[in-house]
């Protein structure tokens, strides 16, 4: 049987998919929120995508481009970079959810 990919891997998979998308987008449209793209790049790059840091800066990434009155050439691009780096954060919080679940249940099993 084969084992299936997990949900750590897939959030992990995810956060690098929003950053290359990120990156397609023209340069001008991350004009004013490099710090916190720079944030989420160095965090996914370690593998620590799970913490509340990744969350906020990609947040503050989502804000900035919510305000972008994108141009017919990129806004499918727009759209869909705005999409995966929702999708990150959610998995990211959803992961970090059940880890305290999991870590809550084994410490009432151990008592």
């Known amino acids: 049987m084969f084992q299936q990919p ?3 891997d ?22 004013g929120a490099e710090f916190d793209r720079d944030i989420c790049e160095r965090l996914v790059t370690k593998g620590d995508v799970f913490g509340e840091d ?14 972008i009155e994108p141009e017919e050439r990129f806004a499918r691009e727009l759209d869909s970079a705005m999409r995966r780096l929702r999708d990150a954060i959610n998995g990211s919080y959803r992961t970090a959810v059940a880890f305290g679940a999991e870590h809550a249940s084994s410490i009432q099993r151990a008592a």
């Open 10 to 31: 897939d959030v992990k998979a995810i956060a690098r998919v929003a950053i290359d998308a990120l990156d397609a987008l023209p340069a001008d449209v991350l004009r």
């Open 54 to 67: 990744f969350r906020e800066a990609g947040a503050e990434l989502l804000r900035h481009l919510a305000r």
């Open 6 to 8: 997990s949900l750590i």
